[in-house]
């Protein structure tokens, strides 16, 4: 008998081990599992909340629209839009475009230099969706830039020359010098250090970032003093603009014309900052001339764009790779009359230059929310071969100068994606997603809002889009030279919220018909912070998200028993910018917006709540709001301290981006802490949820009782 039981115990054992190498295994396969993204065959496919023709339409997408895999399971596959949404489609009508294969994440092969020196980290670095991540302190240090970490709130805040970045672990946006900025890939901690994206937070701090991905080099450039001698830049072109910043990205503020002369200050890639008037700004060195002190004369040299050319040897090819204003240009030249073969076939485009050769072989790689810009450069078989490769229906054009000596490939600015999702009875969510950043101006006649964006195409947006919905009709996309304008055609008047978001690169416009607008002063809208791609805040068995939503919808459905209309940023696992949020409370002119999340921090014996306001005296149209800002962050406070008995951290002022957007009075509070184990164990409870919802709801109840 002892025996047997001592065999039972030895193969209970073995199959335990079993199984740990089979999860194992498993964990290991799941984590290098790469992400496997989808193409809109049909031309127009309805996404829904559910597997099943049965659930809640969600919105759409359109042919060529890209799609990224979240769950693949029977006829319908769960997927990611590019603006964010969480959706069931039908897998029948998209078609894979990246198939499955290595990991996304890796930490080989990279190498940093800045100013053309090698940066050591004690984390090696991190590449991430193609996005490369390293250490924020080091790299900081690095910039010269001072780094300030806060455990509580998991931020990390950098100071250089009087600009701030502050960065928010798991967030896939961060703030310069208080206004928000989207982030392909949020910051983590690894082996106790923070990494942050390098491009974003490099490009913050006025830095420029390129890649070399033959060699595995990123190379960081910041502003240098002028070469010794340069003392004047002369313009010889008729009239040249004047930037705030070294990319023509950057607003114009002022022009130079034929003859001026301007002191060169620093220099930052092919940009010089420049003294003019008594003003510092900066200008293209490829629009100015630069004149050399030597032996106390003025020695005139060539501009640069002849500078290029002098300088290029008879079989050598030189690149350059640039944004503009209006797109993205690729310029090749040669310093003599090349034999040139161009072939072009579907998506690929390739330069072939018999004899000739490169310095060095070159990559550059720009990914967008349709797919990947990949040019490459090379030395092959006596020959310099360019090769570029663009996502599917990118528009192109390709130009020569100087007899072929000079060769131009240019990708312009274009709209690659259009989404769409409705709120409400007849709200509607139009998000349009370009390649660079963008402007725009719009103007409303009648039920017609017309939107103008400059030196933009069409690019892969159909020329029209008809809705089936109860305001809006007909979406025109209208081609007028460079520009485009995109018409909003509504079957009634309708009031519109627009506004840029992810760096400029994606217009969203929001609108509703003004006959389903609540009464203002009977209306809150609640937003469950994060949703979709961004979990928030985690604990060992909840999401931030999940928390979030489910204690909203309990404060709804208590407030509209009492009488209260409510309106919600979501009602499911969707995701909206931070700009959208209380644009959506703007557009429905509600009389208060609050903000419903809960905390994290490194240290787990964190614990409490604490509500936040915003009003600053420098901004006066918020600060007339003060006190009623302030009397619901203190309702909100007060109740909660109440009814759920946690530690009373306090009402604060603090510049959250959904509070400094909301033109009502507002509010964000933080229930309590997921990474303490014990207001975890809480927040799994429906009766702490219950109170806290309560308690919420009594806080905006008392409020606008007492507002009325």
Same mark, same amino acid.
């Given at each position: 008998?002892?025996?047997?039981y001592?065999y039972?115990?030895?193969?209970?054992?073995?199959?335990?081990f079993i199984t740990?190498?089979?999860?194992?295994?498993?964990s290991?396969?799941?984590?290098?599992n790469?992400?496997?993204?989808?193409?809109?065959?049909?031309?127009?496919?309805n996404?829904?909340?559910?597997?099943?023709?049965?659930?809640n339409k969600?919105? +759409?997408? @359109?042919?060529?629209d890209? %799609? #990224?895999?979240v *769950?693949? =399971?029977?006829?319908?596959?769960?997927?990611?839009s590019n &603006?964010?949404? +969480?959706? @069931?489609?039908l897998?029948? %009508? #998209?078609?894979? *475009?990246? =198939?499955?294969?290595?990991?996304?994440v890796?930490?080989? &092969?990279v190498?940093v230099?800045?100013?053309?020196k090698? %940066?050591?980290?004690?984390?090696?670095?991190?590449?991430?969706?193609?996005r490369?991540?390293?250490?924020?302190?080091?790299?900081?240090?690095?910039?010269?830039?001072a780094?300030?970490?806060?455990?509580r709130s998991q931020?990390?805040?950098?100071?250089l020359?009087g600009?701030?970045?502050e960065l928010?672990?798991?967030?896939?946006h961060?703030?310069?010098?208080?206004q928000?900025?989207?982030?392909?890939?949020?910051?983590?901690i690894?082996?106790g250090?923070?990494?942050?994206?390098l491009?974003f937070?490099?490009?913050a701090?006025?830095?420029?970032v390129?890649?070399?991905?033959?060699k595995?080099i990123i190379?960081i450039?910041?502003a240098q003093?002028?070469?010794?001698?340069?003392?004047?830049?002369?313009?010889?072109?008729?009239?040249i603009?004047?930037?705030s910043?070294?990319?023509t990205?950057?607003?114009?503020?002022?022009?130079?014309?034929?003859?001026?002369?301007m002191?060169?200050?620093v220099?930052?890639?092919d940009?010089?900052?420049v003294?003019?008037?008594?003003?510092?700004?900066w200008?293209?060195?490829?629009?100015?001339?630069?004149?050399?002190?030597?032996?106390?004369?003025?020695q005139?040299?060539?501009?640069?764009s002849?500078?290029t050319?002098q300088?290029t040897q008879?079989?050598?090819?030189?690149?350059d790779?640039?944004?503009d204003?209006?797109g993205?240009?690729?310029?090749?030249?040669?310093?003599s009359?090349?034999?040139?073969?161009?072939?072009?076939?579907?998506n690929?485009?390739i330069?072939?230059?018999?004899?000739?050769?490169?310095?060095?072989n070159k990559t550059w790689?720009?990914?967008?929310?349709?797919?990947r810009?990949?040019?490459?450069?090379?030395?092959?078989?006596n020959?310099?071969?360019?090769e570029?490769?663009l996502p599917?229906g990118?528009e192109?054009?390709?130009?020569?100068?100087?007899?072929?000596?000079k060769?131009?490939?240019?990708i312009p600015n274009?709209?690659?994606?259009?989404?769409?999702?409705?709120?409400?009875?007849?709200?509607?969510?139009?998000?349009?997603?370009?390649?660079?950043?963008?402007?725009?101006?719009?103007?409303?006649?009648?039920?017609?809002?017309?939107?103008?964006?400059p030196?933009?195409s069409?690019?892969?947006?159909q020329s029209?889009?008809?809705?089936?919905?109860?305001?809006l009709?007909?979406?025109?996309f209208?081609?007028?030279?460079?520009d485009?304008?995109?018409k909003v055609?509504?079957?009634?008047?309708?009031?519109?919220s627009?506004?840029?978001?992810?760096?400029?690169?994606?217009?969203?416009?929001?609108?509703i018909?003004?006959?389903d607008l609540?009464?203002?002063?009977?209306l809150v809208?609640?937003?469950?912070?994060?949703g979709?791609?961004?979990?928030?805040?985690s604990?060992?068995y909840?999401?931030?998200?999940?928390v979030n939503?489910?204690?909203?919808?309990k404060?709804?459905?208590i407030?509209e028993?009492?009488g209260?209309?409510v309106?919600?940023?979501?009602?499911?696992?969707?995701?909206?910018?931070?700009?959208?949020r209380?644009a959506l409370?703007?557009?429905?002119?509600?009389a208060?917006?609050v903000?419903?999340?809960?905390?994290s921090?490194?240290d787990?014996?964190?614990?409490g709540?604490?509500?936040?306001?915003?009003?600053?005296?420098?901004?006066?149209?918020l600060?007339?709001?003060?006190k009623?800002r302030?009397?619901i962050?203190?309702?909100?406070q007060?109740?909660?301290?109440?009814?759920?008995?946690?530690?009373?951290?306090g009402?604060?002022?603090?510049?959250?981006?959904?509070?400094r957007?909301?033109q009502?009075?507002?509010?964000l509070t933080?229930?309590?802490?997921?990474?303490?184990?014990n207001?975890?164990?809480?927040l799994?409870?429906?009766?702490?949820?219950?109170?806290?919802?309560?308690?919420i709801a009594?806080?905006i109840?008392q409020y606008?009782?007492?507002?009325?």
């Amino acid at each position: 008998m002892k025996k047997r039981y001592i065999y039972q115990v030895i193969i209970l054992a073995l199959l335990l081990f079993i199984t740990d190498l089979l999860l194992g295994y498993h964990s290991v396969w799941s984590s290098t599992n790469a992400i496997r993204t989808f193409k809109v065959k049909a031309p127009t496919l309805n996404l829904r909340s559910g597997p099943g023709t049965n659930f809640n339409k969600v919105g +759409e997408v @359109y042919q060529g629209d890209h %799609l #990224i895999l979240v *769950e693949a =399971a029977g006829p319908w596959y769960k997927i990611r839009s590019n &603006g964010g949404i +969480e959706a @069931y489609v039908l897998a029948s %009508l #998209i078609e894979e *475009e990246v =198939a499955a294969g290595e990991s996304t994440v890796n930490t080989t &092969g990279v190498q940093v230099l800045l100013n053309q020196k090698a %940066l050591s980290f004690d984390v090696p670095p991190v590449i991430d969706n193609g996005r490369t991540l390293v250490s924020m302190r080091a790299i900081c240090a690095s910039l010269g830039a001072a780094v300030v970490w806060d455990e509580r709130s998991q931020t990390v805040r950098a100071t250089l020359e009087g600009k701030v970045v502050e960065l928010e672990i798991g967030s896939f946006h961060f703030t310069v010098d208080g206004q928000d900025r989207a982030l392909d890939v949020p910051a983590r901690i690894e082996n106790g250090r923070t990494l942050v994206p390098l491009r974003f937070v490099s490009e913050a701090f006025g830095g420029q970032v390129a890649w070399d991905g033959s060699k595995g080099i990123i190379n960081i450039s910041t502003a240098q003093p002028v070469i010794s001698g340069l003392n004047v830049l002369l313009v010889e072109e008729d009239s040249i603009n004047l930037r705030s910043g070294p990319a023509t990205t950057y607003d114009i503020v002022g022009t130079a014309l034929r003859g001026e002369k301007m002191e060169p200050l620093v220099q930052l890639g092919d940009w010089y900052k420049v003294k003019y008037w008594g003003k510092e700004v900066w200008v293209a060195g490829w629009l100015v001339t630069p004149l050399w002190q030597k032996a106390n004369t003025n020695q005139a040299i060539p501009a640069v764009s002849q500078l290029t050319t002098q300088g290029t040897q008879e079989k050598e090819v030189s690149l350059d790779y640039r944004y503009d204003s209006d797109g993205i240009r690729l310029t090749m030249l040669c310093g003599s009359q090349p034999d040139l073969k161009i072939s072009e076939k579907d998506n690929l485009t390739i330069y072939r230059y018999p004899g000739f050769f490169v310095k060095e072989n070159k990559t550059w790689e720009e990914t967008t929310s349709a797919g990947r810009i990949t040019i490459k450069a090379s030395n092959q078989d006596n020959a310099v071969v360019v090769e570029i490769s663009l996502p599917s229906g990118f528009e192109k054009k390709r130009n020569e100068e100087a007899g072929g000596k000079k060769q131009v490939f240019f990708i312009p600015n274009s709209v690659l994606g259009v989404e769409r999702a409705s709120f409400g009875v007849s709200g509607e969510r139009l998000l349009i997603n370009t390649l660079l950043p963008i402007t725009y101006t719009n103007n409303l006649s009648g039920n017609i809002m017309s939107v103008k964006l400059p030196n933009v195409s069409k690019g892969l947006a159909q020329s029209k889009y008809k809705y089936d919905s109860p305001s809006l009709a007909v979406l025109d996309f209208e081609q007028s030279g460079s520009d485009m304008t995109i018409k909003v055609n509504t079957h009634e008047e309708a009031k519109f919220s627009i506004g840029l978001s992810n760096g400029g690169k994606s217009l969203h416009i929001l609108l509703i018909s003004k006959s389903d607008l609540p009464v203002p002063q009977n209306l809150v809208v609640l937003d469950p912070g994060h949703g979709g791609t961004e979990y928030g805040s985690s604990g060992q068995y909840l999401a931030e998200k999940d928390v979030n939503l489910s204690i909203s919808l309990k404060v709804g459905a208590i407030l509209e028993r009492k009488g209260i209309q409510v309106s919600y940023t979501r009602t499911d696992d969707s995701y909206h910018t931070l700009e959208e949020r209380p644009a959506l409370a703007n557009l429905l002119n509600a009389a208060l917006f609050v903000s419903i999340h809960n905390n994290s921090f490194g240290d787990c014996a964190a614990n409490g709540s604490e509500t936040f306001f915003y009003a600053p005296l420098e901004n006066p149209q918020l600060y007339l709001l003060k006190k009623e800002r302030e009397q619901i962050a203190t309702l909100i406070q007060q109740k909660l301290i109440a009814a759920l008995g946690l530690r009373d951290r306090g009402v604060k002022d603090k510049n959250y981006s959904v509070l400094r957007n909301s033109q009502a009075p507002c509010a964000l509070t933080e229930i309590a802490f997921l990474s303490n184990p014990n207001e975890e164990g809480l927040l799994q409870q429906e009766d702490f949820q219950n109170k806290a919802a309560v308690a919420i709801a009594e806080a905006i109840s008392q409020y606008m009782q007492d507002a009325k």
